[in-house]
């Protein structure tokens, strides 16, 4: 559930006893330059005033800027970094078309559809507009590794246009540094170990920026609790009008790669200052299991590699998408269905996985193999499923739109032979098998009527399924 790096803009602003900020800080809200000068009187009345020119008072702001920056991050800029003042509509524009052209289609509608029928976004969701609201309200500027380049909305405050370029100029030093924007480049099957990656740049970049910040305090952002930048992040998002309309999924799925990379980025600063940090990067984390487990990133630990599921046999059979989604996306998953704590745990003890959505004209189907360290944590994945399975069911019989949390002890006793199936109206059958230390889940048929989704399947089959797709093992 990799959201496309540029996207990635959630504000945050921190108050953990070193006092708030005057006006509001954004991770990735960008800079603004002074205002222009008044445009020279023409010399001729019936002619107009030649424009300023924007982009050379930004590339000195920017210059500035970095010169700063590069002191903090204690990275020497190895070149220029332009700027350019855009509006905040042609911002979301850019970042529009950048998406839509990287990004093929199907990997966009596949995720959305992986997110309906896992129970976690309504059936009318829609990835593009819903990202689209996002970066309407909060996007602010960002750096863009292909031409080297700070756009910066014309409409900040001085005090955002600080913080922002803080942010936004450790990404262009990252990418001077270790080839940021190539890492980023959308590739099949690899929105794990890109989400690793997107997690350390921005925990690196915000740690940065938070040193800025507590500079006159005569602090540093490793003296801060790391919980603190979550509860602010998370905090900062829900504020923004926009965020109402997203689902919580989606916004969870943003805030994580500021909190889990700076949880990193604040690991290594403490065992050795920055350039820990640039060691972090010469071996970087290749899944989110490293992120989230700087142990295991020390130990090379890296997960089993799966196969993409089999399709049902009574079900759509055309892959429509397939990907690896890591420990970080398991978790973000749970968190719809538990406290986050709890969460964690669940999701912890990661071994590899592989997901898949298939479809057939209107028919669609999920399913998604997962493995696990130990038969006993598969069968916690088991139960942590179940109350998603138990409460998805639940809400799509009422129509509830608020999460509805299912206890253990239910998830429990529904798992306990194994497996767990519920009906669902809308999306199909949920189903859930585990077998040793392996977990599949299946989810549909449905079919995507103009009216609205509707179930195409039943629980006998999405059981059978799940228990072939399980049994496949290795590739």
């Known amino acids: 559930m990799r959201i496309p790096a540029l996207v990635v803009l959630a504000a945050l602003s921190l108050s953990a006893g070193c006092g708030r900020s005057e006006a509001r800080p954004s991770v990735a809200a960008p800079p603004k330059p002074p205002p222009p000068a008044p445009p020279a009187q023409s010399a001729d009345p019936a002619r107009p005033a030649p424009a300023q020119d924007h982009d050379t008072a930004a590339d000195m702001v920017v210059a500035h800027a970095l010169h700063e920056v590069s002191r903090l991050r204690e990275l020497p800029p190895k070149g220029p970094v332009r700027g350019k003042l855009v509006s905040r509509a042609g911002m979301v524009a850019h970042v529009r078309r950048d998406m839509l052209s990287e990004v093929p289609?199907?990997?966009m509608l596949g995720q959305a559809e992986m997110m309906f029928a896992l129970g976690t976004v309504p059936p009318d969701f829609d990835y593009e507009r819903s990202l689209m609201e996002l970066m309407t309200a909060q996007l602010a500027g960002f750096y863009e590794p292909k031409d080297k380049t700070m756009y910066l909305s014309a409409d900040l405050a001085p005090s955002e246009r600080k913080m922002t370029l803080d942010h936004e100029l450790v990404h262009a030093l990252?990418?001077?540094y270790f080839g940021l924007g190539s890492l980023l480049d959308y590739r099949a099957d690899a929105s794990d170990s890109q989400s690793a990656v997107h997690a350390l740049a921005e925990g690196g970049a915000t740690s940065a920026m938070l040193d800025a910040m507590l500079a006159p305090k005569g602090k540093r952002a490793t003296d801060l609790p790391d919980n603190a930048v979550g509860i602010e992040a998370r905090g900062s998002i829900e504020l923004s009008p926009a965020a109402a309309k997203v689902p919580d999924i989606l916004k969870r799925s943003i805030v994580s790669a500021y909190v889990d990379g700076i949880r990193l980025v604040h690991w290594a600063r403490r065992r050795g200052g920055w350039a820990a940090v640039d060691a972090l990067w010469a071996h970087r984390p290749t899944t989110t299991e490293q992120l989230l487990h700087p142990e295991k990133l020390l130990a090379h630990e890296v997960g089993d590699s799966i196969a993409v599921p089999l399709p049902d046999p009574a079900g759509p059979s055309k892959v429509l998408y397939?990907?690896?989604?890591?420990?970080?996306?398991?978790?973000l998953v749970f968190e719809g269905w538990m406290p986050r704590a709890k969460a964690a745990k669940a999701a912890s003890g990661w071994d590899g996985d592989r997901v898949a959505v298939f479809r057939d004209g209107r028919?669609?189907?999920f399913a998604w193999h997962l493995r696990y360290d130990t038969r006993e944590g598969a069968q916690e994945w088991l139960e942590a499923f179940a109350r998603g399975v138990l409460a998805t069911a639940r809400a799509d019989r009422?129509?509830?739109?608020?999460p509805i949390f299912v206890g253990p002890k239910a998830a429990h006793a529904a798992a306990k032979g194994g497996s767990v199936c519920?009906?669902?109206?809308?999306?199909?059958?949920f189903a859930v098998v585990r077998s040793g230390r392996?977990?599949?889940v299946t989810a549909g048929p449905y079919l995507r009527n103009p009216t609205g989704p509707r179930s195409d399947g039943a629980c006998a089959a999405a059981l059978k399924w799940a228990r072939a797709v399980v049994a496949r093992g290795h590739p």
């Not at 397939?322 to 978790?331: A, F, K």
């Not at 519920?422 to 059958?429: E, H, I, K």
């Open 105 to 107: 289609a199907d990997a």
């Open 174 to 176: 990252q990418d001077q």
């Open 322 to 331: 397939h990907d690896v989604e890591g420990e970080q996306s398991v978790r």
């Open 363 to 365: 028919r669609i189907a």
């Open 398 to 402: 009422t129509g509830h739109a608020d």
């Open 422 to 429: 519920r009906a669902r109206r809308l999306a199909g059958p």
């Open 438 to 440: 392996d977990v599949a």
